[in-house]
């Protein structure tokens, strides 16, 4: 009977207090496999994500990605040398990394290696401590035990590039396979990076062969065996001249060859061959891409929509499925309700997953839940969500809205239930293009269409429907982000063409009072540094921040929008060396998100992430590929548990986040939270204390009242490195956490257990 274990990857924790302040964590998709290696009692896979294993011993699985070794995220390829005990991985940007003995050792120089056109790794080949990498290119030979490129052969005539697409080794020959044929030469032929030393294998009994592209090479039983592309896509089998073994085609084959059988694996079928040349066929695969037998009787398969297969004897005995995202593709990312939404679509803004079916992924309770084309009622290219009590609003960037409640009963909201308010566009009778969703203090939805009349509407608590009209003035254009100030002035983002406010003067029903402006680069109409507005975002002092292609810019006054004094969008003007410029002016920002500390998170289009004080005028933090293990300098988007400082990063290769060290302020001072504590003799980290009053006065002292530290909190949340005034780490004892608000009225004390 077979068994399908569908094994959550576990974090250490989840959305709680308990996790070291400067933590990282992915939150990657790692239910597409497509490719493995077998090693001893671990089977390796390559997902979307990185790099994960299933133990066989105790059926666990643990992740390995940039955040924990490995220099890259795309991972393309995975293979094992037995001899010398090395994974060898290579990444789409044809980076290489060699695990062994958990050590992970980069490879960089293949990466580096200018080329014109193309550049990838196509397979990878092992024998005597070395593995023969087949590149568009050529081959490159890697020393496994020196960690050393070793060689590399041009095998195109006159020395041009020549795409290998696998080599193998029988007897005292190296041959490979390309798209122009076979070539062979002596294997321990000393001068093989010199293309004369190559021959071009013309033992066909069909000379139409010889310039074949070949796709795949490999030895059994002391016979060569390839597999030829295109309409005479067969294999093909070699004693002295090559004859067809398999009189049908392949859509897709990737050759494994193990000491007992052949095995070609071609998407929903694998054909398995033996040492008498005698087939089997499995079939019925969903998205194989490639198998390795671990034993004679028991192969493993990747599957890019099963994940991780076993059969034994032809059968499927055990499927494992990793709970993750449904993919990397990020459009925005929302965090309330204890949930994390991922929205997988896209629209205009990016120009990116038009018509993508993923639909959306949320975290909850330590698991993920993801919901596709048919779970939001065959509703197309997510790009935002927003939560009223038990209901989850997705808002379509085709479909309208769909709502979601109790997780489970869909209503899909379009232009028959809504009374017209959510029209159509334009040009198509079909496609209502819902761009961005938010929830008033009234529990009133609203949210911006596109190529309409009336543009932002509105859902009031009772199920009634409002949508209204700026006369023309941007009625029937595309918008992305929409905003709610502390007056209750709806902001939106008008796509490439700066912003409108609009007041409705809190009478959604009479539209006579109702007010706007439309927001442009011309001073005293807006002051915006471009009118290609990419994220606004409010700060817990009521300012709006705004996120262009030429920068940052903060409307302080946003209540006087329609007073027509002081009310113009600001650069802020920061010191560079012996000059001022215009923060992140040659920047496009893409989010912008402000922490529990009133600070700004802020998300660029290629220079990484960072971290501002509350006026913009630090830098406290910037992050980067080559600085952090962050995944990729183009940041998507951001959010914050608010509840314990974690900020989670959306990149266009996946999504990931950060333990800061700062939290949401409480209302009121009651019972505080300390982590870790006690504080072990081995823990360097920072202490965190939580559950503050917004910037909390805080002193440490001894059990006799001796002043060790003080400091002001940052948000909710105080941080302490375990060291007196004298920076000597402290010694073993209770200290005791005292924390006011600024005026001294909101008190609490706790406790912190130090060993040294």
């Known amino acids: ?106 490879i960089p120089d293949v990466k580096r290696k200018e080329i014109s056109g193309v550049k990838k790794i196509n397979n990878v080949y092992f024998k005597n401590n070395l593995a023969y990498l087949s590149c568009s290119f050529g081959v490159v030979v890697l020393d496994l035990i020196k960690k050393e490129i070793k060689d590399t052969y041009k095998i195109g005539e006159n020395g041009v590039y020549l795409e290998i697409n696998q080599t193998t080794i029988i007897e005292e020959d190296i041959y490979v396979a390309t798209n122009q044929g076979l070539y062979y030469s002596e294997a321990n032929n000393q001068f093989l990076s010199d293309y004369t030393q190559w021959t071009k294998d013309t033992f066909f009994t069909d000379s139409t062969l010889i310039n074949a592209s070949f796709t795949n090479i490999g030895s059994f039983n002391n016979l060569l065996i390839s597999i030829i592309e295109g309409q005479k896509d067969y294999l093909f089998i070699k004693n002295q001249t090559w004859e067809k073994l398999i009189d049908y085609g392949f859509e897709r084959p990737q050759l494994n060859i193990s000491a007992n059988n052949i095995y070609i694996t071609d998407s929903n079928l694998i054909t398995i061959i033996n040492s008498n040349l005698q087939e089997n066929v499995i079939t019925n695969f969903a998205d194989a891409y490639t198998c390795e037998e671990k034993r004679e009787d028991e192969i493993w398969i990747a599957d890019k929509t099963d994940g991780l297969l076993k059969y034994i004897g ?77 209901a989850d609003y997705y808002a379509s960037w085709y479909n309208g809205i769909s709502k979601m409640e109790d997780e489970t009963h869909i209503i899909k909201y379009g232009y028959q239930n809504t009374g ?71 902001w939106g983002v008008i796509h490439e063409g700066g912003l409108f406010v609009y007041n409705d003067n809190n009478t959604i029903e009479d539209s006579s009072d109702d007010e706007y402006k439309i927001l442009n680069t011309t001073l005293g109409n807006g002051n915006l540094p471009s009118t290609n507005i990419r994220t606004i975002e409010k700060d817990i002092d009521g300012e709006i921040w705004i996120g262009s292609d030429q920068g940052i810019a903060v409307i302080y006054s946003p209540e006087l929008a329609f007073t027509g004094y002081n009310f113009d969008a600001q650069q802020i003007l920061i010191q560079e060396g012996e000059y001022g410029q215009y923060l992140l002016s040659s920047e496009k920002i893409n989010c912008i998100e402000i922490d529990g500390a009133n600070r700004k998170w802020i998300g660029t ?65 009651n019972e505080t939270f300390v982590f870790p504590n006690p504080v072990k003799e081995n823990y360097r980290g920072n202490i965190a204390i939580n559950k503050l009053v917004r910037d909390a006065r805080v002193k440490i002292t001894d059990i006799n009242g001796n002043l060790v530290f003080e400091t002001i909190a940052n948000g909710g949340q105080a941080n302490w490195n375990g060291m007196n005034y004298n920076n000597e780490r402290v010694g073993t004892g209770v200290y005791l956490v005292f924390s006011t608000d600024e005026n001294g009225y909101e008190k609490a004390v706790s406790k912190i257990l130090f060993i040294k």
């Not at 988007?637 to 986040?657: A, K, Q, R």
């Open 605 to 669: 289009d290629n220079s990484g992430l960072f971290l501002l004080s509350e006026d913009g005028t630090e830098e406290v933090l910037h992050f980067t590929k080559e600085n952090s293990p962050i995944f990729s300098n183009k940041i998507i988007d951001i959010c914050i548990n608010h509840e314990n400082g974690e900020v989670f990063i959306g990149t266009d290769l996946g999504l990931m986040s950060y333990r800061s060290d700062a939290t949401i302020g409480e209302i009121k001072q």
């Open 420 to 490: 017209g308010v959510l029209d159509t566009t334009f040009y198509s009778n079909n496609r209502i293009q819902i761009s961005d969703l938010v929830v008033d203090n009234n529990n009133n939805l609203w949210g911006l269409n596109s190529q309409v009349e009336k543009p932002l509407f509105v859902k009031k608590s009772d199920d009634s429907w409002f949508s209204f009209s700026m006369n023309q003035n941007i009625d029937g254009l595309y918008f992305d982000e929409l905003l709610i100030d502390n007056s209750n002035y709806k």
């Open 314 to 390: 032809g059968v499927e005995t055990e499927r494992y499925m990793v709970n993750s995202p449904v993919s990397n593709k990020i459009y925005s990312l929302e965090f309330f309700s204890n949930k994390l939404f991922i929205n997988h679509g896209g629209h205009m803004n990016f120009s990116v997953n038009m018509l993508n079916n993923d639909g959306a992924s949320f975290y909850k309770n330590l698991t993920w839940k993801n919901l596709d084309f048919f779970d939001l009622n065959r509703a197309r290219d997510i790009v935002g969500v927003a939560s009223i009590g038990n």
């Open 1 to 106: 009977m077979m068994r399908i274990l569908f094994l959550i990857i576990f974090p250490l924790v989840s959305f709680t207090q308990d996790v070291e302040i400067g933590y990282w964590k992915d939150y990657l998709a790692y239910n597409q496999v497509t490719d493995l290696a077998i090693v001893n009692e671990k089977t390796y896979c390559i997902a979307q994500g990185g790099v994960f294993y299933y133990n066989n011993e105790d059926n666990s699985i643990n992740r390995i990605s940039k955040i924990n070794g490995l220099s890259e995220n795309q991972a393309e390829q995975i293979a094992f040398d037995e001899i010398s005990n090395t994974i060898l991985i290579s990444y789409e940007n044809c980076n290489i990394d060699l695990v062994q003995e958990n050590e992970i050792i980069n």
